[in-house]
């Protein structure tokens, strides 16, 4: 099935992220929330993104204005109801996640793509929230998503091929490279990212060297474009010790133990860039 028309629930970073690579495809997207507020912070992310690329002369303002004009937004699923794939961008909670796939299940076509952006939950598990679990499969962006190419299609036990083959397609349209995963922890990237994440934050811990000197030293002696510090405070401390709280849980393998440090940060209510710091300040 070719996707025409995108339905985003949750308009924060990576969900907005989502909605503006895909109208700027060429997609009509529908962006949900909860909240108003959510929708409207959404939306100036996606203008301000949009306005850097026209500043930057990789964009024509008839192009930006086009793409703002795909994006019709709500806090009601039937929204979009007739839309041809459903991507799920909520926190890390099943809580959450359940309400949301169950909805969609209800109002959305029976031939819908389901999907979920989640970064370490299990796609298979959360595949028995919604009718015909064939058509259920993880799209997993990367934090930004406008910059990053990479798109992991994670297959679940129940995923068809046809699904399959219907997101990967639709990553090649918004101009993303995928790579198909089986469904286990973290999948590929980010069971391998986020241990050294949690290594750099042990060494922190430990005085091995300051934050700035440990993200040069990354950034440098091995070519990362940004350290691993400065990485976990773009993604937010608190999701990064949930993801690696997951990841321990769902293997049983203490190697996965988020470092002492992130929990003492996120008690602190340093999150990271979000809430103005974390490893560092960002004078917010």
């Known amino acids: 099935m070719s996707v025409k028309k995108l339905l985003v629930a949750g308009a924060g970073q990576m969900g907005a992220g989502i909605v503006q690579v895909s109208a700027v495809a060429g997609l009509d997207v529908v962006m949900i929330d909860v909240a108003d507020e959510f929708i409207e912070r959404g939306m100036a992310g996606i203008q301000k993104g949009l306005a850097r690329l026209v500043d930057r002369g990789k964009m024509e303002p008839a192009a930006r204005d086009a793409a703002l004009a ?3 937004t709500s806090t009601e699923m ?3 109801k007739d839309a041809d794939l459903f991507v799920e961008a909520a926190p890390e909670v099943i809580a959450i996640k359940k309400d949301l796939f169950e909805r969609a299940a209800a109002t959305l ?4 793509v389901i999907a979920t952006n989640t970064s370490s939950l299990s796609v298979s598990e959360l595949a028995q929230f919604v009718t015909r679990p064939q ?6 962006f990367f934090n930004p998503v406008p910059m990053m190419a990479l798109v992991e299609v994670v297959k679940g036990t129940a995923t068809s091929d046809a699904t399959l083959a219907t997101a990967r397609a639709y990553a090649e349209t918004v101009g993303k490279t995928p790579i198909t ?5 973290g999948f590929v990237v980010n069971r391998i990212l986020f241990p050294m994440i949690n290594e750099a934050a042990q060494a922190f811990a430990e005085g091995v060297a300051s934050a700035d000197d440990i993200d040069t030293g990354m950034k440098l002696g091995t ?5 691993p510090l400065a990485l976990a405070d773009l993604v937010g401390l608190d999701t990064t010790k949930a993801v690696l709280e997951t990841f321990e849980r769902e293997t049983g393998d203490a190697k996965y133990r988020p470092a002492a440090v992130l929990g003492e940060l996120v008690a602190a209510g340093k999150l990271g860039r979000k809430s103005g710091a974390g490893f560092y300040d960002y004078g917010t």
């Open 181 to 185: 995963v089986k469904d286990s922890p």
């Open 109 to 112: 076509r029976a031939d819908t």
């Open 78 to 80: 039937s929204a979009g």
């Open 135 to 140: 058509r259920f499969v993880g799209i997993h």
């Open 70 to 72: 795909r994006i019709t």
């Open 223 to 227: 070519n990362w474009p940004m350290g």
